[in-house]
């Protein structure tokens, strides 16, 4: 099961996050105004890519290591901030 950082949105289909993160990062670039915000939206845009990292973990498994823990750390922070 996958869940949305940003709100109670999940689903076990991970090709269906995807788009849903994408929505949550559209309105951010289009809200911000930068200062403060620019380090969250820099780590959400992270967390996505490392996502994407980790979908393809059979073909990219050393990538995918790295960036499962990048994840770990950065759901750590993003929930110390919300
Ligand atoms: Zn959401």
Do not use: F
């Not at 949105?9 to 994408?22: A, E, G, K």
């Not at 105004?33 to 980790?54: F, H, N, Q």
């Not at 498994?61 to 919300?82: D, F, M, P, Y």
Request: contains cysteine; hydrophobic residues 35%; charged residues 35%.
């Amino acid at each position: 099961m996958y869940g949305c950082l940003h709100c109670d949105y999940t689903s076990p289909n991970v090709h269906s996050i995807r788009p849903h993160l994408n929505r949550h990062r559209d309105l951010k670039q289009r809200q911000s105004v930068g200062g403060a915000d620019d380090t969250l939206s820099r780590m959400v845009r992270k967390l996505a890519e490392a996502e994407e990292i980790a979908d393809d973990r059979d073909r990219w498994k050393a990538r995918a290591v790295a960036a499962e823990k990048q994840l770990r750390t950065l759901r750590r922070a993003l929930g110390n901030i919300s």
